[in-house]
């Protein structure tokens, strides 16, 4: 499985922005995903998780209320809304993605990653 993340970027503060990851190697539907970011100093934080079917999602504190994460299982695309966007958002944003069916909310649960995408929000 292959992860290609795009979507990132320079925003001001309140802003938002639409982080899109590309799978390639299994068909959507079988792989349960998530996002986290990780800021320089600082540990690989989780942000949001989706199942493999798209109907369950779960959230990490700093990411409710403002990122939704979605999948399109027939375009093989996972997507992270993040808006309000705040100066403690600047991070890598990574997508993972595992072949189990629970909502995973840790780096070790998960098999395979993107590259990442740099987010930066400006005050």
């Known amino acids: 499985v292959q992860l290609v993340e795009s979507g990132g970027g320079l925003v001001q503060a309140g802003g938002s922005l639409k982080l899109s990851c590309v799978a390639s190697?299994?068909?959507?539907?079988?792989?349960?995903m998530g996002w986290f970011r990780q800021a320089p100093g600082k540990k690989r934080e989780f942000l949001a998780a989706?199942?493999?079917?798209?109907?369950?999602?779960t959230y990490s504190d700093s990411a409710k209320g403002r990122f939704a994460i979605s999948k399109d299982n027939a375009q093989s695309t996972l997507f992270l809304q993040m808006n309000d966007l705040k100066t403690e958002d600047t991070a890598v944003y990574s997508c993972?993605?595992?072949?189990?069916?629970?909502?995973?909310?840790?780096?070790?649960?998960?098999?395979?990653w993107g590259q990442g995408t740099q987010v930066t929000v400006a005050s």
């Open positions: 993972a993605a595992g072949m189990f069916w629970f909502l995973g909310t840790t780096p070790k649960e998960y098999t395979y």
């Open positions: 190697g299994r068909a959507l539907g079988e792989l349960a």
């Open positions: 989706i199942n493999r079917r798209g109907g369950s999602v």
